[in-house]
């Protein structure tokens, strides 16, 4: 049902949401126009090459994070009209959404793990039987909140709002969801360092060296936006945020713009970096070649020319 009211007890309520709409619009934004500066590399990175799992999984979590970013941003803006039924919708499908980039997120991180674990059978049942608890509590709480959730468009002096009416224990739900995938980034994170520190004392050089430094240096970059998403998250249950609307606003808006950088710009970008590396081992690889094509073809000729005299 649409609530219309032109009653002025709104106003500051409607002056928050304009200026919570600011920061739905900045991360949207911020997703675009990184898929912009990257969609060179990804046409010859991505497109040109055969298709394959990875492949999947990068167009999956790139272009799953256009959408999230567009209907959040429509969920927010004030001058946007929806109907109720719209707007339960735009709901479900930011929590959908989020679920399937954290199975594909957590296939992506998989994969490179198997891959600095040197293809480790064992390595790899461990990795798929951790992150099960996780994507199966996920869609569980996931659904849940979603069958006890209904939308409602709010009409007030001219502005438009989605407004949702949320039942069970969902929050409970979230949280212990919460606590689930930050438990597995953090042992994620872990397993990293832990054969970081194991090459280092080998001392084994990196060539399969710049293979591992990638593979570490785009973990840790992703893990630590990870870590600002989940102290942001783990904050916002903070008391003292419900006493300060302002600032309630102020964290909520930064803590989607991270949400939205981790997801949908360093996730990317983890696929990404290594068919970078992958590229320019191969370009490195062919002018060595043709220059060593050259110098026999230089050589020969000389022996030639020395024969001949």
Known sequence: MTL????????????????????????????????????????????????????????????????????????????????????????????????VMNVLLGAIMIIRLHALYQGSRKMLIFLIVTLLPVVITSGVSVGFTNSYTSGEELVLSGTYKCGYEFGGNSSLLLFITWILGTVWEVLMFCLVVWIAVKHFRELRRWTIEGFYTVLIKTHVLYFASCAAVSCFQFGYYSPALATSPVGSLVYGGVLQILWNVQMFVLGPRLILSVREFNAKLVAGFEAETNMSGIDFQEHARMSIGSMTA
Not at 42 to 53: A, D, F, G, K, Y
Not at 56 to 83: E, K
């Open 4 to 99: 219309v009211s032109n009653d002025p007890i709104y106003w500051p309520s409607i002056n928050l949401n304009i200026f919570f709409s600011y920061f739905a619009v900045i991360s949207t934004v911020v997703v675009l126009y990184d898929w912009i500066l990257a969609f060179g590399h990804e046409v010859e990175l991505i497109w040109r090459r055969p298709w394959s799992l990875i492949t999947v999984l990068y167009v999956g979590v790139r272009y799953a994070g256009m959408p999230y970013a567009v209907i959040n941003m429509l969920d927010n803006l004030p001058t946007v009209s929806v109907t109720d039924a719209v707007s339960a919708n735009f709901y479900y499908a930011i929590n959908w959404i989020s679920v």
